[in-house]
């Protein structure tokens, strides 16, 4: 075991260690890592929880909702000082005492420096976009999916509300509206929730996906496949996407932006796992697609997939195409985003809690990722688990390679 108990520690001791902060997020973060209706599972385990004055007011929790629930609002300082803090982008290491065990969603591939921080600080960092989502017990706590299922849904409604034109058909006497196209690029967590959104709002949807196997699901949820010659199943053991040749990118490119021609409405979702997100809109597509159709980029903030996409902003082309690059997409609806995300930390925190500490056990595949061996082993990879005691966990070896 890593952090053993210690049975001769007193009922104090023991509550100081599981003591939980929750700090205020960042100006441009809405969403808030805990919310009160967590707080009875949280106080089941043992757990304290010291929130941040105003820490969810913008994802429409008040403080008095966390008090009425059983925890106490407190100011930033006393927030970071507990041993145990939770929050969704890396808080910094300022404030926080060594040793003490930060859960967030680090990024640590495109964020290194954040990981030298904590090793210098000597601060555990618990990284939940690292999680080994192929597991079973990880679906529960797997942030990447509660949070790309609404980022899906939200795409589409953005494309819908810029779009010059309904959704569904209608027949009016005034005569028949004929359905838009929409064309949704890759069919991962969010990609599939796209589709099904896409068409609840009565779109005919197509989809593409660099996996052929994902044919199935993209048709279990209303949409119709775009195959492209060539085409296999492009996943590493992660279950994340495989990064593509040129010649088999440009491929696809030019048979999905073929169908794309004629759409309403394009929703980008391609995504590599620590890696810049892969052009599949070049500009010069861009240029074929007709006047009001609308791309909304999901991957705008790590690079973008359309190569004419502005960070953070609405713009028109001078064909008339309109790009959206609305980043964090999941805080335009901070309420929704801020529950799931709370229900999986929550899950995750007190499957750490053993009879009044938190024990990191080295037996446990979330933390530390599957034995070798095992049907879920991924060379290079572990867990969650980034660092502790000052040095990175030995199974993230590819992690090392970026930091070096």
Do not use: W
Not at 57 to 65: E, H, I, P, T
Not at 95 to 114: H, L, Q, T, W, Y
Not at 298 to 321: F, L, P, R, S, Y
Not at 340 to 350: D, G, K, Q, V
Request: glycine share 10%; proline share 5%.
């Amino acid at each position: 075991m890593i952090g053993v108990k210690q049975p001769q520690l007193t009922r104090l001791e023991l509550v100081v260690k599981m003591r939980l902060g929750v700090p205020k997020e960042p100006d441009n973060e809405t969403r808030v890592a805990i919310v009160p209706s967590s707080m009875k599972k949280l106080t089941k385990a043992g757990f304290e929880v010291y929130v941040e004055q105003g820490a969810g007011v913008r994802a429409n929790y008040n403080d008095s909702q966390y008090e009425d629930a059983g925890a106490k609002i407190v100011s930033r300082k006393e927030a970071l000082s507990c041993p145990n803090i939770i929050c969704i982008n890396f808080p910094g290491t300022d404030g926080i005492s060594e040793k003490s065990n930060v859960a967030c969603v680090a990024d640590p591939f495109r964020n290194p420096e954040d990981v030298k921080q904590c090793l210098s600080a000597n601060i555990t960092l618990m990284s939940m976009d690292m999680i080994p989502r192929r597991l079973s017990r990880a679906q529960s706590m797997d942030v990447n999916s509660s949070q790309d299922n609404l980022a899906g849904y939200k795409a589409v409604l953005l494309g819908a509300s810029n779009v010059p034109k309904g959704i569904p058909m209608m027949t009016t006497s005034a005569g028949t509206v004929r359905p838009a196209k929409v064309v949704v690029m890759g069919s991962g967590v969010a990609g599939l929730q796209a589709i099904a959104t896409a068409k609840r709002l009565g779109a005919v949807v197509y989809a593409s996906d660099v996996r052929k196997s994902a044919a199935e699901q993209i048709e279990s949820v209303g949409g119709r496949f775009i195959e492209v010659d060539g085409m296999d199943d492009f996943e590493d053991e992660s279950g994340y996407a495989k990064p593509l040749t040129p010649e088999f990118i440009q491929k696809v490119n030019e048979t999905v932006c073929g169908v794309a021609k004629d759409a309403d409405i394009i929703i980008t979702t391609a995504r590599i796992f620590g890696r810049p997100a892969p052009i599949t809109v070049p500009s010069d597509a861009v240029k074929t697609f007709k006047s009001g159709a609308v791309i909304v980029d999901m991957n705008a903030d790590v690079g973008g997939n359309c190569q004419d996409t502005k960070v953070g902003e609405i713009h028109v082309t001078e064909n008339g195409v309109i790009i959206v690059g609305t980043s964090n997409l999941p805080g335009t609806i901070a309420n929704t985003a801020s529950m799931l995300y709370s229900n999986n930390l929550t899950t995750f925190i007190t499957s750490l809690a053993k009879e009044g500490e938190i024990v990191l056990a080295d037996d446990d595949d979330i933390l530390f990722g599957a034995p070798e061996g095992s049907d879920f082993y991924v060379n290079g990879m572990g867990g969650v688990l980034i660092c502790m005691n000052g040095e990175m966990h030995q199974k993230q070896t590819r992690l090392m390679g970026v930091l070096e």
